[in-house]
C-alpha cells in the first residue's frame, strides 16, 4: 500500500512543533534562571507582560511551578496593611534559603507583582486583598492556582516552605534567618565586657551594700504598703482614669465618683495617702514612743496618734457612705441604749 505524499510533511510539521515548544520552554527557564541571578534574595519581579510570557507562552505541563506573591508598596505604610512588609520579608527570606539549600534547580520559582503596574494580572487572578500568595503548578493557570491561607507572619517562611512541599514535592529545605549579631559584632561585645568587668564588679558589690541599708527597706516597705492600700494594680489592670471631666461643667474635674459602680484613681490615692498616715502613726507608737523616757510626752503624743487616727478613718468611712449609699455605723451592746 503506498503512502500518501501528504504524511511525511504532517510528521516533519509536528516534530518541528515539539522542538518549536521545547525551545520555548527552555528559553523561559533561561531567562528566569537569569533574573533570578540578579536578585539578592531571588525573587524575581514580574508584570502583566512578563508573567504571560512564564505561564502562557509554554506549553503544558510546564517545568516549573510560580510562588507568587502580590505586593503594593503604596499600602506598606497603611495602618490597617502593616503586616503586608513582614509578609514580603518571610517570603524574600523563603527564596534566599532556598537557593542556598538548591542552588541548581529550577523546579520552582519565586516572583512577585506590584500593584502599580499589573492591575491586569492582579485582576486576572481575582485578588481583591492583601496579603496574597499563589502557588502556579506545571499544569495550572490564572483561574486554578492555589492561594495560601496566611498565618502567623514571624514564622510564615516556615509555613510557606510545608505548604510548597506539599503541593508539589519539592523540598524547600530549612530556612537560614539572619544572625542577630554578625561574629565582629560579638568579638567587638566581648571585648568591652572584660575591658569594663572590673568596673561592673565594683558597682555589683555596691549594690549589694545598698540592699543592706534599712533606708532603703523602710522606703520600699512603705512605697509597697501605700500601693496595696490605694488600689494601685487595680487602677493599672482597669486602666482606671485619675480623674472625669465634668459633665455639666466641663471647665472642672470631678476627682470623686459618686457611685459604687466605678472607682477613680484619685479615689485610691486619697483613701491610700490616708492610710498610710495611720500606718505611719501605729508604726511610730510601736517602734520609736517606746524609747521616750518621759511619761507624759508618751501620754501626749499617743492620745494625739489615736485622735488623728480616729478621725482619718472617721473620713474614709464617710467618703464610703457617701460613694456606695450604705450606711456603716457602730454596734454598741444593747445595755447601752
Not at 533561561?30 to 505561564?55: F, K, M, P
Not at 507562552?57 to 499600602?75: E, G, K, M, N
Not at 464610703?320 to 444593747?334: E, L, M, Q, R, V
Request: glycine fraction near 4%; charge should be positive.
Amino acid at each position: 500500500m503506498a503512502l500518501s505524499p501528504k504524511l511525511p510533511l504532517l510528521f516533519l510539521i509536528i516534530t518541528l512543533s515539539s522542538v518549536t515548544a521545547t525551545a520555548s520552554n527552555d528559553d523561559v527557564v533561561a531567562e528566569l534562571l537569569s533574573l533570578r541571578s540578579t536578585s539578592n534574595s531571588g525573587v524575581i519581579h514580574l508584570d502583566d507582560e512578563s508573567i504571560s510570557r512564564v505561564l502562557t507562552s509554554v506549553t503544558t505541563p510546564r517545568p516549573y511551578s510560580i510562588f507568587l506573591f502580590f505586593d503594593a508598596v503604596q499600602f506598606h505604610d497603611k495602618k490597617e496593611l502593616r503586616v503586608l512588609p513582614e509578609f514580603k520579608k518571610q517570603f524574600n527570606l523563603l527564596s534566599s534559603s532556598f537557593i542556598k539549600n538548591n542552588p541548581d534547580s529550577a523546579k520552582i520559582f519565586f516572583c512577585d507583582i506590584e500593584f502599580k503596574d499589573s492591575n491586569l494580572t492582579f485582576s486576572r487572578f481575582g485578588v481583591r486583598t492583601l496579603p496574597h500568595i499563589r502557588l502556579v503548578g506545571p499544569t495550572q493557570g490564572f483561574s486554578d492556582s492555589e492561594s495560601f491561607d496566611e498565618g502567623d507572619p514571624t514564622n510564615m517562611a516556615e509555613s510557606m516552605a510545608y505548604f510548597i512541599q506539599l503541593k508539589t514535592n519539592i523540598s524547600v529545605g530549612p530556612i537560614h534567618r539572619p544572625q542577630l549579631l554578625s561574629r565582629n559584632q560579638i568579638i567587638l561585645i566581648a571585648l568591652v565586657i572584660l575591658a569594663f568587668i572590673s568596673y561592673f564588679i565594683k558597682k555589683f558589690i555596691a549594690v549589694l551594700s545598698l540592699f543592706r541599708s534599712q533606708k532603703l527597706w523602710l522606703a520600699g516597705s512603705l512605697f509597697v504598703y501605700f500601693l496595696s492600700v490605694s488600689g494601685c494594680m487595680h487602677n493599672i489592670i482597669k486602666s482606671t482614669p485619675m480623674f472625669l471631666e465634668d459633665r455639666d461643667n466641663p471647665s472642672k474635674l470631678v476627682f470623686f465618683y459618686r457611685g459604687y459602680d466605678r472607682q477613680l484613681g484619685a479615689e485610691g490615692f486619697t483613701v491610700g495617702l490616708l492610710y498610710t498616715v495611720v500606718g505611719l502613726l501605729l508604726a511610730f507608737l510601736t517602734q520609736g514612743l517606746v524609747k521616750v523616757r518621759n511619761v507624759l510626752v508618751q501620754t501626749l503624743v499617743t492620745f494625739t496618734a489615736l485622735v488623728v487616727s480616729l478621725l482619718i478613718v472617721k473620713q474614709v468611712v464617710v467618703l464610703d457612705n457617701w460613694k456606695t449609699g450604705y450606711k456603716i455605723h457602730a454596734f454598741w451592746p444593747s445595755a447601752w441604749n
